[in-house]
């Protein structure tokens, strides 16, 4: 199956820099990379994703990088907020039985301080 | 995208019963995801829940502690039996995935205290 490898587990920043999350995956299978964001107490949401016939993307402050070769992405949020403050899971997704199931990594938890 | 509502969003219970979680999708869905999120923790997979077939359980995970209903593509139910101290967590339904390959998407969570 599918191993997600996600590193840091704890990022802190200060207010204005620049923070970069990377994620390794196990399953040269996989073809698409999603970015989630939970806030204390609050359900994971999607920021982002990417899939395998792109090698960046980008949407305002957040960038997501794929090496499919290396098997790896990595996530960049640029001018940090306090209120990126939260914990961020990268995923890829397994096949199995001809649908896809997400496998997560172990989350990272962002700390940006003002 | 998908809107979905999972009751309840917190209990307490004695040890040694069970608390029945629904999980409610505003469309119909192929695959439905439970998961376990202890505090700090990432997501664990418990079981994916198809609807016509018997779930499919994750390691560590079996079905006479945690039953699995799916009736039809809309709703699930996620059972947590006999429940003890740690079995205290969050736990998460979800849709996403399936054929498409899609985002997922979650309900707000069942914060669940065992004592």
């Known amino acids: 199956g599918e191993n997600v490898e996600q590193h840091p587990s704890t990022l802190s920043v200060q207010e204005g820099d620049s923070a970069v999350i990377k994620c390794t995956y196990s399953?040269?299978?996989?073809?698409?990379f999603p970015w989630y964001k939970q806030e204390l107490g609050k359900r994971p949401q999607l920021i982002i994703d990417i899939r395998s016939n792109v090698g960046e993307k980008k949407d305002q402050r957040i960038a997501v990088t794929l090496n499919k070769t290396a098997k790896h992405f990595s996530l960049h949020i640029t001018e940090t907020q306090p209120e990126d403050s939260a914990v961020y899971f990268c995923?890829?997704?397994?096949?199995?039985?001809?649908?896809?199931?997400?496998?997560f990594g172990r989350g990272t938890s962002l700390i940006v301080h003002p | 995208s998908a809107v979905i509502s999972q009751k309840p969003s917190r209990d307490i219970c004695q040890r040694g019963t069970s608390l029945t979680i629904q999980c409610q999708v505003d469309s119909q869905v192929t695959m439905m995801f439970w998961y376990r999120q202890q505090p700090g923790q990432s997501l664990t997979l418990i079981a994916t829940a198809n609807q016509g077939s018997e779930a499919t359980y994750e390691s560590g995970f079996v079905i006479d502690k945690f039953p699995i209903s799916r009736p039809n593509l809309t709703f699930s139910t996620l059972t947590v039996s006999n429940m003890s101290p740690e079995d205290s967590s969050i736990y998460l339904c979800?849709?996403?995935?399936?054929?498409?390959?899609?985002?997922?998407?979650f309900g707000q969570g069942t914060r669940l205290t065992v004592v």
């Open positions: 995923a890829a997704s397994i096949r199995s039985g001809g649908s896809y199931i997400p496998t």
């Open positions: 399953d040269s299978a996989s073809n698409y």
């Open positions: 979800s849709v996403g995935g399936g054929i498409m390959n899609t985002e997922a998407f």
